[in-house]
């Protein structure tokens, strides 16, 4: 494996990494939505007492700070995960364009060294 191959291997699997990520953030997020709807929902609904208010308060208070923090993650992760969703296919094919040149040149020179016998 070249140093180019293994860097460029470890780009596509950190845009994996991150999109993999940033979808389960994603499913977090809406999934705590959902609880602050259903306990909105629940408070609507209901008479309750003070103590009872209190719970709810309580209940809410944690899914928000639950939901804020995923929030901040994924504000934090959007902008590598738009860069790489953008310009990963480009930068592939200009990879594989590029291989491919070298690998014509190594051919009509007779060039038969790899990276790996030069840095030994």
Do not use: W
């Not at 140093?3 to 999934?31: C, G, P, V, W």
């Not at 003070?50 to 928000?64: H, I, N």
């Amino acid at each position: 494996m070249t140093l180019a191959s293994h860097y460029f291997e470890r780009l596509k699997e950190l845009h994996t990494e991150i999109a993999d990520n940033f979808d389960m953030l994603n499913k977090m997020q809406s999934e705590a939505d959902k609880q602050v709807s259903a306990i909105y929902h629940e408070i609507e609904k209901h008479d309750f007492d003070e103590s009872e208010g209190f719970q709810y308060a309580r209940e809410l208070k944690d899914v928000l700070q639950r939901r804020r923090c995923i929030k901040s993650e994924l504000v934090q992760l959007q902008p590598a995960h738009d860069l790489l969703r953008r310009h990963i296919s480009e930068v592939e094919r200009e990879y594989k364009r590029r291989v491919k040149k070298g690998e014509e040149v190594a051919r009509s020179l007779n060039a038969t060294i790899t990276i790996e016998a030069v840095l030994s």
